[in-house]
Nanobody, 125 residues
Framework: QVQLVESGGGSVQGGGSLRLSCAAF??????????QGWFRQAPGKEREAVAT???????KYADSVKGRFTISKDNAKPILYLQMNSLKPEDTAMYYC?????????????????WGQGTQVTVSS
């Protein structure tokens, strides 16, 4: 079992930056081999992928965040990060980290086995 805990959310003005972190607890040695991702969900909307990272470090981004967000991981700690720059009001949502038993990270929420509780990001105009 793996437990995930997000942190780093908050309120920021448009154009600002935040860095989200997701710490893994439990059988953390297994996270080295896991595909991981960041998702977000705004009120009344479905949960959507923001960025994913495979076990080999290769990444994928939603078109809406390309060039602004960067996903990375520190396998030694282990912590998953999401650096968010040039934030926009439409980025406002609850952000969740997730981990998969597979080495390839899916862009679909259905592809994940473990989820954090979420951290709120609010961007004002």
């Amino acid at each position: 079992q793996v437990q995930l805990v997000e942190s780093g959310g908050g309120s920021v003005q448009g154009g600002g930056s935040l860095r989200l972190s997701c710490a893994a607890f439990g059988h953390t040695y297994s996270t080295y081999y896991m595909g991981q991702g960041w998702f977000r969900q705004a009120p009344g909307k479905e949960r959507e992928a923001v960025a994913t990272i495979n076990s080999d470090g290769s990444t994928k981004y939603a078109d809406s965040v390309k060039g602004r967000f960067t996903i990375s991981k520190d396998n030694a700690k282990p912590i998953l990060y999401l650096q968010m720059n040039s934030l926009k009001p439409e980025d406002t949502a609850m952000y969740y980290c997730a981990a998969s038993h597979g080495t390839i990270a899916s862009m679909s929420p259905a592809g994940y086995n473990y989820w954090g509780q979420g951290t709120q990001v609010t961007v004002s105009s």
